[in-house]
């Protein structure tokens, strides 16, 4: 399905069907298209949407993120992989902090058996940041 056009997100560049590659959501999932476009809330600003459809119309649970939200919480996932419940200081510049120490490795098990659906991921990302931070 391709992004919409008509709504208050304007898409510049969408990933269209993007329910076929949703990791293990793929084929079973309500996300229908990812776009980068001009922002609803304010058109001079660019974000990241994610596109949800009820199979009858565009849902109001679809997410816009701003840019620099979307790459804080990668920053933060990052961080989480790398945390030492032992150190109690923050691995990013975000100033992080441990809420739950008895469930930090459920993050760390999790990126374990989703690794074939994660890595790939983090893969191309680390490819693209290369390319364009010198």
């Known amino acids: 399905m391709e992004s919409p056009?008509?709504?208050?997100h304007k898409p510049i560049i969408s990933v269209n069907d993007y329910d076929k590659i949703d990791a293990l959501y793929a084929n079973n999932t309500d996300v229908k298209a990812l776009s980068i476009g001009k922002a609803q809330y304010d058109g001079k600003q660019i974000s990241l949407k994610v596109?949800?459809?009820?199979?009858?119309?565009?849902?109001?649970?679809?997410?816009?993120?701003p840019i620099h939200r979307n790459l804080d919480l990668s920053i933060l996932f990052l961080a989480a992989l790398t945390t030492d419940i032992t150190a109690h200081y923050p691995k990013s510049n975000l100033r992080e902090v441990i809420d739950n120490d008895?469930?930090?490795?459920?993050?760390k098990d999790y990126y374990e058996e989703n690794k074939t659906f994660i890595e790939p991921r983090l893969n191309e990302l680390k490819r693209l940041l290369n390319n364009i931070i010198q």
């Not at 596109?51 to 993120?65: A, I, V």
């Not at 008895?102 to 993050?107: G, H, N, Y």
Request: charged share 35%; aromatic share 12%.
């Open 102 to 107: 008895f469930e930090v490795q459920l993050i």
């Open 5 to 8: 056009k008509h709504l208050s």
């Open 51 to 65: 596109w949800r459809h009820t199979d009858k119309k565009w849902s109001r649970q679809s997410e816009e993120l």
